[in-house]
């Protein structure tokens, strides 16, 4: 699992900078990709980054602002002119459903896949299969915009291998009934428990990943003891008036999220065109005065999940 930056600026592109995209990596987990926000040019970003579009499974929008979302119709459309795509989920605020049905029906496009459409406008569990919990909360923007919490679910044991031959049990097809944790009668008469040879459980893995927010209780509680806390800070601390008349947070204000919500580590994104890249320290040395494990990101930054 790993966070990949498509785009990384706040409202529009600049030399240096596209506009929101970001994508969670799931290829070892589920063989897919999890988009979160699809500014102008994502598809572009991705080609770039060799994602394909073809594993895409959902796509998440934080809210209807066209820098979060003004990719979404290329996206989707060049997808059908690829073969036998696999179904697709899309979550978003209200009006979303509205946006790509208008698009496609103005511009005479199609969709040759299954296209399902989750409007969400209140907190609520959007996600629950065998392996992730997803849930969303509405943020304090000024329209509606919701953050998202990813957690994976706990990871099945290993199996002791090394453990297994010292106890002379033989490779052999009841090595998947032992690692479920039945219990097994080998040849010569022994039974054995497989929950005796279990390894040590793998805890899932937990991340937040918020759209335009000022500080809210919301963004605290989407990120509580969080892995990785994705979180905008649009602006230095010197701009906290004009960032927060704006819906937006700046540098400190995100830094102070990650430290109530005790997140392991905030990666701070959607970053004012006033701001080069040459300036990328002076953000985080900002943000670290109060919460020292900080990183910035940049177009095509990754970071692994471990």
Not at 23 to 44: M, P, Y
Not at 49 to 58: G, H, I, P
Not at 89 to 101: A, D, S
Not at 113 to 135: C, W
Request: charged share 25%; proline share 4%.
């Amino acid at each position: 699992m790993k966070l990949f930056f498509l785009g990384t600026s706040a409202g529009t592109i600049t030399s240096e900078r596209n506009v929101s995209a970001l994508v969670l990596d799931l290829i070892k987990e589920r063989n897919s990709l999890w988009l979160f926000d699809c500014g102008e040019a994502t598809q572009h970003q991705m080609l770039k980054s060799k994602l394909s579009l073809a594993r895409l499974e959902k796509i998440f929008i934080t809210h209807l602002h066209g820098d979060h979302l003004f990719g979404l119709p290329g996206v989707l459309t060049t997808r059908s002119l690829m073969q036998n795509m696999s179904p697709l989920t899309l979550y978003g605020p209200k009006g979303i459903k509205q946006f790509v049905e208008t698009v496609i029906s103005i511009s005479h496009s199609w969709l040759t896949y299954q296209l399902d459409i989750i409007e969400i406008d209140k907190p609520m569990e959007l996600v629950n299969d065998d392996q992730f919990i997803v849930n969303c909360d509405e943020l304090h923007h000024r329209v509606p915009c919701f953050g998202y919490r990813i957690v994976e679910k706990d990871r099945s044991p290993t199996l002791d291998v090394e453990k297994l031959k010292v106890h002379r049990v033989p490779i052999g097809p009841h090595y998947a009934a032992l690692k479920l944790g039945k219990k097994v009668t080998l040849d010569d008469g022994r039974e054995i428990d497989g929950k005796d040879y279990w390894g040590e459980v793998k805890k899932g893995r937990k991340l937040a990943i918020l759209g335009d927010t000022t500080p809210c209780d919301a963004a605290v509680k989407l990120a509580l003891d969080v892995d990785i806390l994705v979180h905008e800070a649009t602006q230095k601390h010197d701009l906290q008036y004009k960032a927060n008349d704006r819906g937006h947070s700046t540098t400190r204000q995100a830094a102070e999220i990650a430290r109530k919500s005790q997140a392991k580590k905030l990666i701070v994104t959607h970053i004012s065109p006033r701001y080069q890249l040459a300036d990328n320290q002076s953000i985080i040395d900002e943000c670290r005065q109060v919460f020292v494990n900080t990183e910035i990101a940049t177009d095509f930054f990754q970071i692994p999940i471990e």
